[in-house]
């Protein structure tokens, strides 16, 4: 193997610089070449690619957002355009393609191999940790950390105006944030989409919340749970009549300084994904899973459900007494 290409799709996340500052220099160590390719699939498909040495990524590591670009491409959902890309992996010489992405990403990877022959090998690199194969994904622990710096200071204004807070995190279908969020961020109550719970459960929660006396409250809701936060503030509304407001955390989860677990995690994987092309293996994600890297066929990674820790979930209800 001579050499490869990098590049980065669909949602951006913190740590993905540090996964492609580690691809570069572990494969410019053991004499490969390195292609960056901007745009993620879109880049690939419209040829927008050239060669990253290990200076490129210098001042990288530390840095949110992802420096090769990226995009949620509609060209890579058609053959032609997938054939495309093929054709300028194959005129610039590449080897095989690391794909730091979600699982969006993983199913373009998964056809560009299956279609044209390509070895691909897939970084997890999504703040929603959604994806079967790892413990965790690159982007994913900061994202927690920005969120729940969020809910941190909505207490302060919640705890002062005596108001229900209703915040909804992000995570697409998982509620992977949203549970890490509310027992770290000490809250109320949690609606996951991973759980069935019936909104109306709210008003109980916050009627026992204030006999316990809890004059503010805090309630975080993923935004894959049905109807997000507005649902469940209309909820509070209708039930209790309490003042409540809602805070829409968004994007900024997705930005920031990446923490040291997420440099850690991308140097490591981004290492392995190079380790792995060297060794023969392709088609895979490679991940952590208690503490190991791991490999998991690409399409095991969306088709096998991770859960969210169930025992946190208890442990977080119990605590909010
Ligand atoms: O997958 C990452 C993520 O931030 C999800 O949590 C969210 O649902 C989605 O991307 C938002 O996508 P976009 O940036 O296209 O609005």
Redesign the pocket.
């Known amino acids: 193997i001579k050499r490869i290409a990098v590049l980065t799709s669909?949602?951006d996340?913190p740590g993905m610089n540090a996964a492609i500052r580690a691809v570069v220099r572990s494969a410019t160590s053991n004499g490969i070449e390195v292609v960056g390719v901007r745009r993620g699939f879109q880049g690939l498909h419209e040829g927008d690619m050239s060669l990253l040495g290990p200076r490129d990524v210098a001042n990288t590591i530390q840095r949110g957002g992802t420096i090769l670009l990226t995009a949620?491409s509609r060209t890579w959902r058609s053959p032609e355009g997938r054939a495309l890309g093929a054709e300028h992996l194959r005129k610039w010489h590449v080897d095989g393609l690391v794909v730091i992405g979600?699982d969006g990403s993983f199913h373009g990877a998964h056809y560009l191999m299956e279609e044209h022959g390509i070895p691909v090998i897939g970084l997890p690199g999504?703040?929603?940790n959604d994806l079967y194969g790892t413990d965790h994904t690159i982007g994913y622990f900061t994202a927690v950390e920005t969120a729940l710096d969020a809910v941190d200071k909505l207490r302060d204004t919640g705890a002062s105006h005596e108001r229900i807070f209703v915040i909804e995190v992000?995570?697409?279908h998982a509620g992977h944030?949203a549970l890490d969020v509310a027992i770290a961020g000490g809250a109320e109550e949690v609606f996951i989409p991973e759980d069935e719970k019936p909104v109306a459960d709210i008003v109980h929660v916050i009627q026992e919340s204030l006999r316990k006396g809890k004059a503010s409250s805090i309630v975080i809701v993923a935004?894959?749970y049905p109807g997000g936060a507005m649902g469940v503030a209309k909820a509070i509304e209708d039930g209790t009549g309490l003042e409540t407001r809602v805070s829409i955390l968004g994007?900024i989860?997705?930005g920031g300084t990446p923490v040291s677990s997420d440099r850690i995690l991308a140097s490591r994987l981004g290492e392995a994904a190079v380790q792995a092309f060297m060794d023969g293996i392709s088609g895979v994600m490679v991940g952590r899973t208690n503490g190991e890297i791991s490999y998991t066929p690409l399409q095991d990674t969306w088709e096998k459900r991770k859960d969210v820790n169930r025992d946190l979930y208890r442990c977080a209800k119990l605590l909010s007494v």
Request: charged share 30%.
């Open positions: 669909g949602g996340a949620r979600g999504t703040i929603d992000m995570g697409r944030i935004e894959g994007h989860q997705r």
